[in-house]
């Protein structure tokens, strides 16, 4: 599949934040596309981490990016909260 600029691991079906809920609060999931072949050192990655080689896009993608565009506007709101006035 072809990886497009914007992409990110949490779009990958290898990534899984569900069962992790741990990691999740921290913003990481799991990388399980490496399992099968040699398995990664730490397979706990950020959600918005740029994609592997062994990126293929999810099935839920749409369920997905409503999920990532309702972080990015959360970090968003955080950064501007927490600005120093100027």
Partial sequence: MTVLPNDMCARC????MKEYPDHARVGLGRCMGYDNA???INPFVPWSGKPCARFSRAADVVIRQQWIEKQQEKRAKQSTSTAAPT
């Avoid at 079906?13 to 899984?16: L, V």
């Fill in 13 to 16: 079906r290898h990534f899984k």
């Fill in 38 to 40: 040699q398995p990664l």
